[in-house]
């Protein structure tokens, strides 16, 4: 079952989300996650905006959703998003999804 977050973002700025991945409730026990391959998209109104996925941190363990600022212009004011994690036998796993409320730039 994926995991739910409900997110905000500006129009018209870069958007980052990061994730870290651990084994444990007290995150000390970090999951390499570099075997697999993630990809994460929005969908606002009829626009599907790709996301850029980076896996990065000390353990390889944290993982860094980003949207270009470019790609977050004139956009509509509500979508949602997820992002699907593929592990190295093919498997496809919806790992976090939710709905995306934008605040409109005024200027």
Not at 10 to 28: K, L, P, R, V, Y
Not at 87 to 98: A, S
């Amino acid at each position: 079952m994926a995991g739910i977050l409900d997110i905000d973002i500006n129009e018209g700025d870069t958007f980052i989300m990061a994730m870290e991945f651990w084994s444990d409730c007290d995150n000390t026990i970090p999951i390499d996650i570099t075997a697999s391959t993630f990809i994460g998209n929005m969908k606002l109104g009829q626009t599907l905006i790709p996301m850029t996925m980076t896996i990065s941190g000390v353990a390889n363990n944290v993982l860094e959703a980003k949207i270009d600022y470019l790609l977050l212009a004139d956009i509509p004011s509500a979508g949602n998003y997820d992002i699907v994690e593929e592990d190295v036998v093919g498997e496809r796993f919806r790992t976090l999804q939710g709905t995306v409320t934008v605040s409109k730039d005024v200027a």
